[in-house]
């Protein structure tokens, strides 16, 4: 008998157990750690994200050679960066894992899928005109992801950091953060739908900036529905009189934070110390807030605007906040209701950001990096739709997207090819069995 040849050496280390030597070894054949991502395979499908990108950019190849599509790329792409593997190299493993190759509807027996070779041509291939039209195909995703036309939305505008990796196109030294990068504008809705993402430097948006993004994001939407009512919601960056003279010719809504100024705080001086003495003699309470709302305006502003001012007292001081809004009510319901939500935008940015890693913009060029963006963007909706399945009141409609790909992605699973149908081993003791099977029983609600 030939002697038999290990095909990969064994794991060293590992202690023995009641006396017998573990023996690990990577040769387990059609075996894949990411079962669960064929959920997320019938999420996009349902959604269509891929064809929608690649239909937005021109394939220069003989179309007779070509073997893998640009769709086939995205999603193979986006299925990766969902399933935590951000970095590209990864594509010349994760090719021949079966459950990828399902997710693409491709047996396993099949050919490998696309290697990063192939990855990184497509994410230098499409140019400004290209990326335009994705931005018009991501806008047209979120209109579509409604069950009916909303009355009114709110989009919130806000800023993160992305350190560089390199001597890239678009990175800027940021004085704050002590590094070079860029500092790309997200939009999101109030529920977290993701509208828009753009890059740019590591510097502060001005005013003709932030207007230049808004009236585009804003007229995409309106083609979709012209009446709908929109507040715009952001911090004091967007504070701008290009923003505001904006919002009044386009008939928007908005609450706005201002920065701190000597003449705002002229207005406050005296609830500021009624307030501190105020609290100084009331032992119970642990904060003290009270509201003042009046009209004042920069010089660079075109008009006076409604300003509300949100002094706090505390056993560390006195913090003051000024908003300017053109809505109506009472200043505590419009700071606390309205304003203060503003901070569910910098949990999106931290699931769009950590979660599915949307700093890997390591691409030379500017285009390339934006493309990846988009990716990313791509992949937060996955995660968002597979959410918006679960039912209202439980833990799994809040979860982090980071919970949802370690309990519902990451399982192991063994894939067996038959002649008439392919089957999936599971873990037996999987605990999320229950929830698995109900997203997949609704995801006929997922809208497109």
Request: overall charge positive; aromatic content about 6%.
């Amino acid at each position: 008998m030939p002697a038999r040849v290990e095909s990969t050496p064994s794991l060293p280390g590992l202690s023995p157990v009641a006396g017998r030597p573990l023996i690990a070894r990577f040769d387990g054949g059609q075996l894949s750690s990411d079962g669960g991502l064929l959920v997320l395979g019938e999420v996009e499908r349902r959604l269509g994200l891929a064809e929608r990108l690649a239909a937005c950019i021109d394939d220069p190849r003989a179309p007779e050679r070509v073997r893998h599509g640009l769709a086939a790329v995205l999603r193979f792409r986006m299925l990766m960066i969902a399933a935590g593997y951000e970095d590209g190299n990864d594509a010349d493993t994760l090719r021949h894992d079966p459950i990828f190759k399902l997710a693409l509807d491709h047996l396993p027996e099949d050919a490998a899928l696309c290697s990063q070779p192939t990855i990184s041509r497509l994410e230098n291939l499409p140019g400004p005109r290209a990326l335009l039209r994705m931005a018009r195909a991501m806008v047209e995703l979120y209109c579509g992801s409604f069950r009916q036309v909303p009355r009114r939305i709110v989009l919130d505008v806000d800023d993160t950091f992305d350190a560089a990796h390199g001597a890239q196109q678009l990175r800027l030294f940021n004085a704050h953060y002590d590094d070079y990068g860029f500092q790309p504008i997200v939009v999101f809705d109030g529920e977290g739908r993701p509208i828009a993402a753009m890059l740019r430097p590591a510097c502060r948006p001005d005013g003709r900036e932030a207007r230049a993004l808004l009236r585009r994001v804003v007229r995409e939407i309106r083609s979709h529905w012209p009446r709908v009512e929109i507040l715009i919601r952001a911090d004091s960056h967007y504070c701008a009189p290009e923003v505001l003279d904006f919002c009044r010719a386009e008939g928007l809504d908005f609450i706005l934070g201002v920065a701190s100024t000597t003449t705002l705080r002229r207005h406050v001086e005296a609830l500021e110390q009624s307030t501190a003495a105020r609290h100084a003699t009331t032992s119970e309470a642990d904060k003290l807030r009270r509201y003042k709302e009046f009209y004042d305006g920069a010089g660079s502003w075109s008009r006076v605007e409604r300003v509300i001012a949100r002094v706090e007292a505390s056993a560390q001081g006195t913090d003051t906040r000024f908003v300017v809004t053109n809505l109506s009510g009472s200043p505590r319901a419009l700071y606390e209701r309205s304003h203060c939500r503003r901070g569910r935008a910098e949990n999106h940015l931290k699931a769009w950001k950590r979660h599915l890693a949307a700093d890997r913009t390591s691409c030379c060029r500017a285009s390339a990096n934006q493309f990846r963006l988009m990716l990313h963007t791509g992949a937060y909706w996955l995660f968002w739709s597979l959410r918006r399945l679960m039912p209202k009141r439980s833990v799994w409609r809040v979860a982090q997207f980071d919970t949802l790909r370690l309990r519902l992605v990451k399982l192991a699973t063994r894939v067996v090819a038959l002649k008439t149908r392919v089957m999936l081993r599971l873990p037996s003791t999987c605990p999320d069995q229950a929830i698995l099977r109900l997203a997949l029983e609704r995801l006929p609600r997922l809208l497109c």
